[in-house]
């Protein structure tokens, strides 16, 4: 089985585990703009924020993590956002994570002043350090 064959089947394991499972999963559709280029320009007013591979990393998750949100009826996302930074940084001071909260806040108001025409999830995503700077996969639904 080719590497793209298992990632593909990894991604959508993991689609089926989310909110969103319901879903199709594509990478890269024909005739589609590429979300990898939607989340780069998503997330480009913050991008100085990330001037590490590992910031850039943190970067990326709270965007899909707002972007997802977006998509939830709006008595579902704080729940969504809460579940996510609280199950994922238990040790965390509730100041980080108040932190956090609010960073997701400002980038689901980005999404839906900005980016409302896009509504595609994103499942799962792939940084790669080119040495020149790096190249971003993005795995969504359709």
């Not at 990632?7 to 005739?31: H, M, Q």
Request: net charge neutral; charged share 25%; aromatic share 10%.
């Amino acid at each position: 089985m080719g590497c793209t064959k298992v990632l593909f089947n990894a991604l959508t394991s993991k689609l089926a585990r989310s909110p969103f499972r319901d879903r199709k999963l594509v990478i890269e559709p024909a005739g589609e703009v590429k979300m990898s280029e939607v989340l780069a320009d998503f997330i480009e007013p913050y991008r100085d924020w990330a001037d590490t591979e590992e910031a850039y990393q943190k970067l990326l998750t709270l965007a899909i993590l707002a972007w997802n949100a977006s998509f939830l009826p709006t008595e579902e996302q704080q729940a969504m956002i809460d579940k996510v930074i609280d199950g994922g940084l238990p040790a965390a001071t509730e100041e980080l994570k108040n932190g956090l909260k609010q960073i997701v806040q400002m980038l689901m108001a980005r999404k839906q002043a900005y980016f409302s025409a896009y509504r595609r999830n994103i499942i799962d995503y792939e940084l790669t350090d080119t040495g020149k700077g790096y190249r971003l996969f993005v795995a969504s639904t359709l």
